[in-house]
């Protein structure tokens, strides 16, 4: 199995300042014969379902703010808030899809300082 | 728009086989490409991707739970069912019906769409 391994486990940032969240995996998920990342991040709000954020891991999905951004390749991805606002609190969860047995990160926590 | 919504039992027995039934709509399980997967999270900790069935009726399985998982679709009605048999209490959580996003053609795949989730409690 691909493990995936986020960091840290949970922070809290003021309202407005940078939200930086870290997925390692213990494989590359680089594909080359078409260059793509296979990793997708995830926003779960307290009592609600998973929600798409980011996929190709840097492909945003539609609707999403574009205070939502990923980066990263290979083995060592960032998902990136540029600005916290209130409605981000949320728990977040990367997810490789390279491998046919999808895995998920143990997701990091998000609160308001 | 897609919608999914899973049904079932909220309470099981050990030992016994749990039904969850996945219903949608907004999309054809006919079309090329689609897929329907379920994954499951228990109580405060990560998600736990089991199974996905493809329009043309391939069917990927979590490997360590492969010979407990059976996954179905029933095109007329948009349903697809999870089977999972020999429920342990390890097994309670929240069970989620997602519809596939996309991917590779020989990798997995990233969920686009999510039901609300159905809670398992597996308890004598």
């Not at chain 2, 989620?96 to 020989?106: E, L, N, P, Q, S």
Request: aromatic fraction near 12%; charge should be positive.
């Amino acid at each position: 199995d691909i493990v995936m391994t986020q960091s840290p486990n949970s922070l809290a940032v003021s309202l407005g300042e940078r939200v930086t969240i870290n997925c390692k995996s213990s494989q590359s998920l680089l594909y080359r014969s078409n260059s793509k990342n296979y990793l997708a991040w995830y926003q779960q709000k307290p009592g609600q379902s998973p929600k798409l954020l980011i996929y190709w891991a840097s492909t945003r999905e539609s609707g999403v703010p574009d205070r939502f951004s990923g980066s990263g390749s290979g083995t060592d991805f960032t998902l990136t808030i540029s600005s916290l606002q209130a409605e981000d609190v949320a728990i977040y969860y990367c997810q490789q899809f390279y491998s046919t047995l999808v895995t998920f990160g143990g997701g990091t926590k998000v609160e308001i300082k | 728009q897609i919608t999914l919504k899973e049904s079932g039992p909220t309470l099981v027995k050990p030992t016994q086989t749990l039904t969850l039934t996945c219903t949608f709509s907004g999309f054809s399980l006919n079309t090329n490409g689609v897929g329907v997967g379920w994954i499951r999270q228990p109580p405060g900790k990560a998600l736990e991707w089991l199974a996905l069935i493809y329009w043309n009726d391939d069917r990927r399985y979590r490997p360590f739970l492969k010979n407990r998982l059976t996954i179905t679709k029933d095109t007329s009605t948009n349903q697809v069912v999870l089977n999972m048999t020999k429920m342990d209490p390890v097994d309670t959580g929240t069970y989620y019906c997602v519809h596939r996003g996309g991917g590779g053609d020989y990798s997995g795949s990233y969920y686009d769409f999510w039901g609300q989730g159905t809670p398992v409690t597996v308890s004598s």
